[in-house]
């Protein structure tokens, strides 16, 4: 029993870098398989083949009808399972060192590296930080490559589970007969072969059974809830990325605008839209981005005719420069609402 | 033996999270039960078929008597016992696992000036980890208790209608393919029949203890609760009253002083009827 240390070991490594999910499956994989494999089905199927008796006296013909009832013993056809249902879970852990000790050599020669150029190395490191494997509090990140793996590992899991299931059915299905039998030779006629402890052993047979379904259905849990939270980060970076851009584009699409904004002044004392809407032509119009226009217009309108009502004159009369802060100071000031939700949804990107 | 090391492990991290009866609970798990079902009563129940004797050379005879007799083994029902009265455990600490990282998370937020500043305090643990069993993980706590009661009985009243709780040194036994009425002889009925007791006595003591800590719990939060709502400070939304006890405690009074001196400092003229301070209060400046 002593052999499971080595597997325990590295599972509890891999819990720390689990969902909350992983590990409940962990836990129930070391107490309801491991712990009750060993400590009480070893020794349920511990006397099955000195506790199997046959009708005859005829020698060998015991031993090849054990052998012809039971290919495979239950508790080792439990062992492989275990076994393989935890290797891909070793793999991913794998994978988090291999990306760890990278990160880690890196650093190494970052430090050894000398300054040749600040930028230069300022480039490095910034290129660094944001394939960084580990967040501020140096947990690892569960992103790109490492999310691949995770998500590979549970399909592999869900996978090697069913297929256990599935085998063991069509080995001996769901229960234990007290009596089977046999006629392989030599054995001179057909011959009842009876088990020792059918019962007991079916009552093992339908906890571990159960066991391995709670297990299977954990691991479609977690594919469940790790794509459904994937999927509405993705939609929540994405929305906050168009947010970004589109002061970005507006602030781009005043500064080269500024040379004509005298000329446009001069015109009319109604409040313009912003004009040059070959500006925002540049950019792909998409309903999200042009409600942000939209309602960067109104604010800047509402901005605009506040500051004419003090003394639109003195603004008209000012030069290029100053003017190209107004207004983009505008878009600044204006922005702001929408810098908050972009520092939200940029936060929790960096969580699983 | 070795096997209950991962059990062992994560009840022993339950611990600092338990009530002194919880801890007292797992201590009798741990030593009673544990340790006596593997130092003890499994060599008690090694021999248990081999020494399983019927009087009759019918192969397979035996087999099937035994499983009459004996359809699991005592050894096994007590491993499955031990194993479902501590799930409910496990499932607790789970959850107390989760709230601590969560307000680790929270202090670390706090501690680091670039954070958003977030009106939430830690609610449960303080800096060493301790956490104060009160809201969510009180119910999540009193329901595992709950299950452990239910659970608990359960076997205690399977084993009886299982085995009954003295053990006999022969069973008839008349299934095929005995030929008839055979006589099956049991090993060791008496060393048996002992360790049954036992294992029901400790049995009987956990279940004992889980109602007692349910109880207790029960009584603190309800004494808990009920003495917030006597002590009442007086303020214009509840005066005094001349039967109500004046100032039980020093803390009270200076909880009262605080609320006056607050009031004189709003008010203007300090007047001492209640309704007058009211209108003062409500009307705004």
Redesign the interface.
């Known amino acids: 029993m002593a052999d499971w240390n080595f597997l325990g070991k590295l599972l509890e490594s891999a819990q720390v870098h689990s969902t909350v999910v992983g590990k409940v499956w962990l836990t129930v994989l070391f107490i309801f398989r491991i712990l009750v494999l060993g400590a009480a089905a070893e020794k349920v199927w511990g006397d099955e083949q000195s506790g199997f008796t046959c009708d005859t006296k005829q020698p060998g013909c015991q031993n090849v009808c054990y052998d012809k009832t039971f290919p495979i013993s239950h508790t080792r056809f439990w062992v492989m399972q275990i076994i393989f249902v935890s290797t891909p879970t070793l793999i991913y852990l794998g994978h988090i060192l291999h990306l760890v000790r990278m990160e880690e050599k890196e650093n190494q020669k970052l430090k050894d590296l000398p300054i040749k150029n600040e930028k230069q190395q300022e480039l490095i490191s910034n290129k660094h930080k944001r394939t960084s494997v580990k967040d501020n509090q140096g947990h690892v990140r569960l992103q790109g490559a490492l999310l691949r793996t995770y998500v590979f590992n549970i399909i592999f899991k869900t996978l090697f589970e069913v297929a256990f299931i599935v085998a063991q059915y069509f080995l001996y299905g769901f229960e234990l007969k007290p009596m089977y039998t046999c006629d392989r030779w030599p054995c001179p006629n057909m011959v009842n072969c009876y088990i020792s402890r059918p019962t007991e052993k079916t009552v093992f047979i339908l906890f571990m059974l159960g066991v391995a379904s709670v297990s299977l259905l954990l691991n479609l849990v977690e594919m469940y809830h790790l794509g459904f939270k994937k999927c509405h980060q993705g939609l929540r970076y994405r929305r906050s990325k168009m947010e970004r851009e589109a002061p970005k584009a507006l602030s781009e699409g005043v500064v080269p605008f500024v040379p004509n904004y005298t000329y446009f002044t001069g015109h009319s004392t109604m409040p313009e839209p912003f004009p040059a809407d070959s500006k925002y032509s540049i950019t792909e119009p998409n309903s999200a981005y042009s409600k942000v226009v939209y309602k960067q217009n109104r604010d800047n309108m509402a901005v605009e005719r506040k500051g004419r009502s003090e003394g639109d004159d003195s603004e008209k009369t000012k030069t290029s420069n100053p003017v190209t802060e107004a207004p983009v100071e505008n878009q600044r000031r204006n922005s702001q609402s929408s810098k908050y939700s972009n520092n939200k949804g940029r936060l929790d990107d960096l969580k699983i | 033996m070795?096997?209950?090391g991962?059990?062992s492990t994560?009840l022993e991290r339950v611990q600092s999270h338990s009530t002194v009866i919880g801890k007292i609970w797992m201590s009798v798990l741990f030593l009673f039960r544990i340790m006596v079902l593997g130092a003890g009563a499994?060599s008690v129940w090694g021999d248990e078929?081999?020494d399983f004797i019927c009087n009759t050379q019918?192969?397979?005879c035996?087999?099937?008597c035994?499983?009459w007799v004996?359809?699991?083994?005592h050894?096994?029902f007590w491993?499955?016992q031990i194993?479902f009265v501590s799930t409910p455990t496990?499932v607790y600490l789970?959850h107390a696992m989760?709230v601590i990282q969560k307000e680790n998370?929270l202090r670390?937020q706090l501690a680091s000036p670039d954070g958003?500043p977030k009106l939430k305090q830690p609610k449960y643990s303080d800096e060493k980890g301790h956490v104060k069993i009160k809201g969510n993980l009180l119910g999540s706590y009193l329901t595992q208790l709950i299950f452990k009661i239910i659970i608990e009985a359960g076997f205690i009243v399977g084993q009886y209608y299982l085995y009954g709780f003295v053990m006999v040194p022969m069973f008839p036994c008349s299934k095929k393919?005995c030929p008839f009425t055979v006589e099956c002889y049991m090993s060791r009925p008496t060393e048996k029949t002992i360790f049954i007791i036992f294992m029901l006595v400790v049995a009987c003591v956990s279940l004992l203890l889980n109602i007692i800590e349910l109880f207790y719990l029960i009584g603190t939060r309800v004494k808990r609760g009920s003495r917030r709502r006597v002590q009442r400070v007086t303020t214009a939304e509840n005066p005094a009253s001349l039967s109500g006890p004046r100032w039980p405690t020093t803390e009270d009074a200076l909880r009262q002083n605080k609320m006056n001196m607050e009031m004189e400092n709003y008010s203007l003229g300090g007047s001492l009827d209640g309704a007058k301070e009211e209108k003062r209060l409500l009307s705004g400046h």
């Open positions: 070795g096997d209950w991962i059990l994560l499994e078929q081999s019918q192969p397979g035996e087999n099937v035994y499983d004996f359809p699991i083994s050894i096994r491993v499955l194993l496990l789970g989760h998370k670390e958003p393919p």
